[in-house]
């Protein structure tokens, strides 16, 4: 294993996580992707070799929605590594209709929340003994939309739905992302990890590949400068590299700006962060 700082991270072959990941191999980073499909993981080695020759990319499959599968590659990444610097929590998806997974899921829930919080459980101990280092996960002022926080039901919660009706959900699953870090942050408080979020702002990337015209929108929205994936990727790589975030835990930051934002007042209290920590851990253990 050579010097370079092995940054670890999850929806790396498109959107905000494909340019983060570019970003961070011409920073000279050692990546280690955790991807759900070979082609695009593939494609992905192929770009970072042609902007950053010689950049070393570690791959490890894994469909993010099957935490049984999202432990196992956790366990494979601390297996390859000796130390892991960075821990990138980015991957997720809005689903709008309902899809349950084979272990019986919301797929939505499963993707954005229970995975990165599997996943990081999985790398607690490797990435804790490799301090001072960082844990980074993607989460959104979508969070505003949840209407309220019931842990065991929020996480078991398989009802179906309409795709106005999504956006709740999707905002529910983001502040569970928000709750997960500042929970997590006070946990790991005075070891040298870094515990942060990120609202990467709106990004046309983002839109949700389901929606009928999904992609025209996108290029539309492109081409007027709208919802530019750049701004989600930069507060991304600063809050992974960035000496100004190497200390703080528990901070949840913008984007373009890297303002600190509030977690929505209905997941804030800590009895609450707390609660959803030990549910899930009951849950998923």
């Given amino acids: 294993m050579d010097a370079r700082p092995v940054i670890v991270m999850t929806g790396a072959t498109n959107g905000i996580g494909r340019l983060a990941a570019l970003d961070l191999a011409r920073r000279g980073a050692r990546l280690g992707i955790v991807a759900r499909s070979r082609p695009k993981a593939d494609a992905l080695r192929q770009e970072i070799e042609r902007v950053a020759p010689g950049s070393p990319i570690d791959i490890f499959l894994a469909d993010l929605s099957l935490l049984a599968e999202v432990r196992r590659a956790g366990e494979e990444v ?11 929590n980015n991957a997720g998806l809005h689903a709008f209709s309902q899809r349950v997974t084979s272990e019986g899921y919301a797929e939505m829930t499963a993707v954005n929340y229970l995975a990165p919080w599997v996943l990081t459980d999985t790398l607690r101990g490797r990435i ?100 530019d994936p750049r701004h989600g990727a930069d507060i991304i790589v600063k809050l992974a590299t960035d000496p100004a975030f190497a200390r703080g835990t528990g901070g949840y930051f913008a984007a373009r700006t890297a303002k600190p934002l509030r977690c929505p007042e209905i997941g804030r209290d800590e009895a609450v962060q707390r609660s959803l920590w030990e549910t899930t851990a009951e849950l998923v253990r």
Wanted: proline share 5%.
């Fill in 78 to 88: 601390a297996a390859h590594y000796p130390r892991i610097d960075v821990l990138i």
């Fill in 128 to 227: 804790t003994a490799s301090a001072p280092a960082r844990i980074v996960t993607v989460a959104s002022r979508a969070s505003l939309r949840a209407g309220a926080v019931d842990p065991l039901k929020d996480l078991t919660d398989t009802a179906d739905f309409t795709r106005r009706g999504s956006s709740p959900r999707y905002g529910l699953s983001k502040l569970m992302d928000i709750m997960f870090t500042q929970e997590l942050g006070r946990q790991l408080q005075d070891t040298g990890v870094a515990v942060t979020c990120c609202c990467p702002g709106f990004n046309a990337t983002g839109l949700g590949r389901e929606l009928p015209l999904a992609g025209a929108l996108e290029r539309a929205l492109t081409a007027l400068n709208i919802g």
